[in-house]
């Protein structure tokens, strides 16, 4: 009899092994491909599995197509002490956006705290990935990006002029895991809508409205839904600030210049992003500030709870619990998943993905 | 017969003599006071009626009692290229933000953005104050701020150890008036909740919620509801993580720490403040940024808009119109909001306020 193969774990380090022999394959030079294949495995060992391995398929169709510049010159074009402007070339975004989260945190550990934004970049996966980057220097990083479509109208609008742009916080502190805050402007992100649609399961009532304002629940119809904001009028301001500053700011594009990546697989998208730097250790004791972290998390982690409340999660601690776990396990990865990367590998002549079969 | 007093709009200048004359009265330097007072009305002015005038008697009383230094030694005790951290000496929380933002515009203006803390600081009026300032120097502005009381508990909580830690972000634009977001972390904020009291109205559903989950509309009761964050666990997330960027990490107050100074008159508050600058000109030549800007703007009015919604409305243009027609025609002040300034103009002795009667 068959073990049960729904889902199977996959290593870390065979996905990231895939999705770089994947890039490398349609001309990504072999480091840049290792690269963004690292950043892929990195999205899904942290459960963000909407921006992850999923994406793959749909990011070689758009190479092979024409639409990423598979050989990029990521350059500063604009710098100041605690500023860059990246031009990524219309090269992959997570090499674009990798590069400027090198910058950023530079300079933060001169000047204390550094913004770089990005144009001509692209799709570059889950925000905390780079909003992740300062920690590892004992910093904070704040990411916003200009969401891959527009699937969001203006507070009483019907058209689609802004994104899901989001904003990701992460905070660094001593025994406790990261605070870090990974969140779309609106109440669902695409990419979880897309994981639904693949799953074939119904979308939950307050994600999508149709042009009628009434919900839209089935997956099916997700390309055509409205996503709703968070807050009503405030989410939509808070999409419509955080593109400006990641998109308008950098001559990136916005509102209605703004290619939709899934409909489109040759226009050069001239994605933007934004991250800031902040280095703790300019503030004063650098330790200090991390055990007051901790004791903020401990004394939210103790609250009261409301009833048939289990527990008080903070912001990251359920995908840190996934990425330890998954880089333990391995990574699971779905049957439809798993097929559309087993198709993925014919198209390609790569090996296919190993392991997680029993 | 007399005319219809309900309310009546008294000039933006008086309301800054009276509240001058106020602070002057207890203790405040000369220009102090009218730099809190010019503030202050600069609050009524754009519509902040929850942070304007209302909270003078208050302002006052925690002066009176002790929990406000009226002659601060406000300085900068950490410093670089991009950072500033500044001890606000217990002083008004006005002036304190007012100098930690005109720091931030003069190091921007060098490094290309600047992130300034707060701590020792106190409560400073509405966020949109000090994310207009660097708008004057064509920069953009973003602040936030731990509140001045926590009513917000972690999601799926019950303990009240956020609060609406707000947040403003203010870019500028050629023709159209400046995108100004405004907003607290939560449904409404507590000035909004104060208003409703103090008018005696219920508070909308949705609002607060007491400690059994069920919707709180008594605003006499408004003080043991919990609020209720946007977008459920992203808003507390939000909330925490603009609470640990303008509080923690200054070594202001968050969380357990935080004094409700509308319970507390004495204890002093360590409220923590940030504000970041950025420098367009810095990205490139800052007209054709701002020219974006007002394309995306003009874009986002003109959508197509859902049955029954008169206009698109865009974060801050509301509170333009009213700046504009206040700075004109007064502003309006209730009865209720009058007759607690005349007793207060009473209790120091100083002139009452004039105007507005007819």
């Keep these: 009899m068959a073990a049960q193969p729904i889902p199977s774990r996959i290593p870390v380090e065979e996905l990231t ?21 690292e950043l892929m495995a990195e999205a899904e060992m942290q459960g ?35 500023m860059a402007l990246v031009d990524g070339d219309n090269g992959m975004g997570h090499l674009v956006m990798k590069r400027a989260a090198e910058i950023a945190i530079a300079k933060a550990r001169s000047a204390g705290s550094a913004w770089v934004g990005t144009r001509m970049s692209n799709h ?11 920690l590892a220097e004992g910093m904070v990083g704040i990411y916003l990006a200009v ?22 916080v992460a905070i660094p502190t001593e025994d406790e895991p990261p605070v870090v805050l990974d969140m779309a402007t609106t109440i669902a992100s695409m990419g979880k809508v897309k994981t639904k649609m693949q799953r074939g399961e119904p979308l939950p009532e307050g994600w999508m409205v149709d042009r009628d304002g009434r ?3 089935d997956s099916k119809r997700g390309f055509e839904g409205l996503l709703l904001p968070i807050g009503g009028y405030k989410g939509y301001g808070l999409s419509l600030v955080f593109g400006l500053l990641a998109g308008t700011l950098n001559g990136a594009a916005m509102g209605k210049d703004v290619v939709d990546f899934n409909a489109d697989d040759v226009a050069t998208t001239n994605t933007g992003q934004a991250i800031l730097a902040i280095d703790p250790a300019a503030f004063g004791d650098p330790g200090e500030f991390r055990r007051r972290v901790d004791t903020v998390v401990r004394d939210l982690r103790a609250s009261e709870r409301m009833p048939g409340v289990d527990r008080i999660w903070l912001p990251g601690e359920q995908s ?39």
């Design 320 to 358: 840190h619990l996934k990425r330890v776990a998954n880089e333990r396990d391995g990574v699971p990865i779905v049957p439809a998943l798993r097929a559309s990367l087993d198709k993925l590998a014919g198209e390609l002549g790569i090996p296919h993905l190993h392991g997680g079969r029993t």
């Design 17 to 37: 092994r895939f999705a770089a022999e994947a890039f490398e394959k349609v001309g990504l030079r072999q480091r840049d491909a290792r690269a963004v294949g």
């Design 124 to 134: 570059a996966g889950p925000a905390s990935l780079y909003a992740r980057m300062p």
């Design 215 to 217: 919900p839209l629940t």
């Design 147 to 168: 969401g891959s479509a527009n699937h969001l109208p203006p507070w009483g609008g019907l058209d689609m002029l802004l994104s899901t742009n989001p904003i990701a």
């Design 48 to 82: 963000s599995e909407g921006h992850g391995m999923m994406r793959l398929p749909h990011y070689v169709r758009r190479i092979r197509a024409g639409g990423v510049n598979t050989q990029p010159n990521i350059r500063v074009v604009e710098e100041r002490a605690a």
